[in-house]
């Protein structure tokens, strides 16, 4: 049997007007010329990696960019024939995939580049972007290896150089002491791609912006950029540039309750009402990625109000207090966040966390909705 109606009362209402509207943002402040690299990893920051990858680059992106083997599977399976840049490093079980699939990894070693090649030489030349760390600590070759490395890949016939890039660690700063570190990076990066140039490589595509840089450095554009979080509607940066949030998270009331002064509310009786109220139940939880932490400290919309949440988030459910007279009834539309109620950038604030772990966490068990 199959069911074929994946209809819950809990949806994510994906806005990808809102999206492309954010992409044609990032198109005017960096010009015509510059590439854009569109990260569709984490199933594009819980946005559903093909719907978000179809409309990017019906908007006007080049390349897109996944985490694993598998993410870049899933979108040519989905029929999508645009670069894919592969940004963590593959399992050598995985290398025989990466030509497969025609995907483009980054490269930050020789052992990599070799396996690479041979894996590739049956068939076409598998493209590769040679990857610098240049303060990141997380993958990349050294800015003194980058040359040798550079022109052992470009001797490999079965590999096709094709573009050099580093990642920047704290580019979403104003920070005076994080500024000077992302310039330095920047520095870093410049110099190891002139040492490039000067063994005889063409470095191919040069890039470095993720959306923190994309907006506070503007000598970090180069040929292409890679804002994600941007794109997804959240500006971190405090930079003069509106993003709209792309992710609504919604639900419905389940049940409605009326409950006596005293009374409590859910697991471990942490909310004891003080008056009569009437208490709304809403079919979503932690279970669906609506962090248990924020139990107590977050609020619902309905009709254009604000409810507070009352008592622990269930794995399923969690309760709002309506207050003692309410006409709201049950079936009604509440919004968790996004649209009209706080986005997920106020809800990560209120964890001490980042919109991109919320937007990510929402669970496969909620349905997106795609918005035009
Ligand atoms: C995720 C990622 C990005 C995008 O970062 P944002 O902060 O979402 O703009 C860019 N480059 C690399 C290598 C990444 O892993």
């Not at 049997?1 to 994510?12: E, G, K, L, N």
């Not at 894996?119 to 076409?124: D, F, I, L, P, Q």
């Not at 993003?243 to 697991?267: C, D, H, K, N, W």
């Not at 990625?289 to 139990?295: F, H």
Request: aromatic letters at 6%; one cysteine or more.
């Amino acid at each position: 049997m199959v069911y074929d109606r994946p209809m819950r009362a809990t949806r994510a209402l994906i806005h990808l007007d809102r999206f492309c509207r954010n992409l044609r943002a990032v198109r005017e402040r960096i010009g015509p010329r510059r590439r854009i690299c569109v990260p569709v990893k984490a199933g594009a920051y819980g946005h559903g990696a093909v719907q978000i990858a179809r409309a990017a680059l019906a908007a006007g992106a080049s390349h897109l960019a996944v985490a694993a083997v598998s993410e870049g599977a899933e979108l040519r399976e989905a029929g999508i024939n645009a670069p894919i840049l592969l940004l963590s490093q593959a399992l050598p079980e995985e290398i025989p995939d990466i030509p497969r699939f025609a995907l483009t990894p980054l490269v930050s070693d020789r052992e990599f580049a070799g396996a690479l090649a041979r894996s590739a030489a049956a068939g076409a030349r598998c493209p590769i972007h040679l990857k610098i760390d240049t303060g990141m600590g997380r993958l990349g070759c050294s800015p003194a290896e980058a040359p040798g490395l550079a022109a052992f890949i470009a001797g490999e016939k079965a590999l096709e150089y094709a573009g050099t890039a580093t990642h920047l660690a704290a580019a979403d700063s104003g920070l005076p002491e994080d500024r000077a570190y992302t310039e330095g990076q920047l520095v870093r990066f410049r110099e190891a791609v002139a040492g490039i140039r000067a063994a005889g490589v063409d470095p191919g595509i040069v890039h470095a912006a993720n959306s923190g840089a994309l907006l506070l450095h503007e000598d970090s554009w180069l040929d292409m950029v890679r804002p994600g979080i941007l794109l997804y509607g959240y500006n971190l940066s405090g930079a003069d540039f509106a993003a709209e949030p792309v992710m609504e998270l919604v639900t419905r009331i389940t049940f409605i309750r009326r409950i006596q002064a005293g009374e409590s509310v859910s697991y471990g009786r942490t909310w004891t009402s003080p008056r009569d109220t009437c208490i709304a139940t809403l079919p979503v939880g932690y279970g669906d990625g609506l962090p248990r932490l924020l139990s107590g400290s977050w609020q619902v919309l309905i009709r254009g109000r604000l409810y507070p949440l009352a008592g622990r988030i269930c794995m399923d459910q969690c309760m709002a207090d309506l207050g003692p007279e309410t006409d709201i009834a049950r079936w009604e539309e509440a919004a968790v966040f996004g649209g009209a109620a706080p986005d997920a950038a106020e809800l990560a604030a209120r964890l001490g966390t980042i919109p991109y772990e919320i937007t990510c966490n929402i669970s496969k068990r909620v349905p997106r909705v795609y918005m035009p």
